[in-house]
């Protein structure tokens, strides 16, 4: 099986097409939504006791190591969870191509018994976010492969959540029908057929985020650091380097503060938390009806199947003008 992926622009045109067109299927079901919002919270959660955390350590309070803890663990049970949610997102999405308007319990009724499934692909999820620690750290042709790894994985496990939430495969046999699929996959998709569909979008629009806000939370840390909780005070700039000149109203005497920079850091993680977890929501979505379009073509509702083919293909030109239709 061939993987390839796009090139930046590419990637942030299937972003806009597919946020466009999911939406038509989220409108035929609203309980589509209720796994995303299950993995806001729960990435909400994580991520303010990991910074709530950090807080009381800066005012040396004993209690920062409960809620650091707390955040650790919860980041480490994010791999299973969000995959349950996922699994119940592919469900829910299935049940809503075929005809159905199920809810997200009934969903996660259908899903039971994937346990093994579920840690499996947590435990290799856990992995890929090993290899990719890796690969930054490595140059040159390893980190190529680390990197083509990671997008091979993001690619295969997409493939994986319907087989297992529409089929209740195991891996082994998931794995085996993975490879089959191309064999299935009609003529007027199989030039989708193994893309990584927006891979990498989601770090390419947080940078400027976090360039500019990192930027911005500097200048407030210097122009408004005197006024600012000393816990989190740098000092005085003459106390980083002795020869600071005067620049304006930036001096020796000032003081630099790192609260902005500490905000505008975590709002930026806790936004690229979020934005993720709609990223893969979608990709769940697609790539559930992909599945579908080629493994169970007759059990798709009639009137899904019109436009079927251009949103899966990603040709809005094959779009059909109907509103109730994807």
């Known amino acids: 099986m061939d993987f390839t ?4 622009k590419a990637r942030f045109a299937q972003l806009g097409f597919l946020v466009r067109h999911t939406f038509t299927i989220v409108g035929r079901n609203r309980a589509l939504l209720g796994p995303l919002i299950v ?8 991520t303010g006791l990991f910074f709530a955390g950090l807080v009381l350590a800066v005012y040396e309070n004993g209690n920062s190591t409960w809620f650091l803890l707390g955040g650790a663990v919860m980041f480490i049970y994010k791999f299973f969870f969000y995959n349950r949610a996922e699994l119940t997102l592919s469900r829910l999405t299935y049940g809503t191509a075929t005809g159905g308007t199920p809810t997200r319990r009934e969903a996660r009724r259908e899903i039971t018994g994937l346990g093994s499934q579920v840690r499996t692909l947590g435990l290799l ?5 090993w290899v990719a620690s890796r690969k930054n750290k490595e140059g040159g042709l390893m980190a190529m492969l680390l990197g083509g790894i990671v997008e091979v994985w993001d690619l295969v496990n997409h493939f994986l959540l319907p087989a297992f939430a529409i089929d209740r495969l195991s891996l ?16 007027t998709l199989a030039g989708v057929f193994g893309i990584d569909i927006m891979g990498g979008v989601i770090g390419s629009l947080m940078k400027p985020l976090y360039v500019f806000g990192g930027l911005a939370g500097v200048a407030l840390g210097l122009f408004f650091g005197g006024g600012m909780p000393d816990a989190f005070s740098a000092g005085a700039l003459s106390e980083i380097s002795r020869n600071m000149p005067q620049l304006g109203p930036i001096g020796p005497d000032t003081v630099f503060n790192w609260l902005p920079v500490f905000v505008v850091v975590s709002v930026s993680v806790l936004l690229h938390t979020l934005f993720a977890r709609v990223v893969t929501a979608i990709k769940v979505v697609y790539f559930t009806l992909f599945y579908t379009r080629i493994m169970h073509p007759e059990d798709l509702a009639p009137e899904m199947r019109a436009g079927l083919e251009g949103y899966l293909d990603l040709d809005a030109d094959e779009m059909p003008t109907a509103s109730v239709s994807i």
């Open 172 to 187: 082994g046999d998931g794995v085996i029908k993975m490879k089959r699929l191309k064999d299935h996959v009609p003529e």
């Open 39 to 46: 993995m806001w919270v729960y990435a909400v959660v994580m």
């Open 125 to 129: 999820d856990m992995a890929a976010v």
């Open 5 to 8: 992926k796009p090139d930046l």
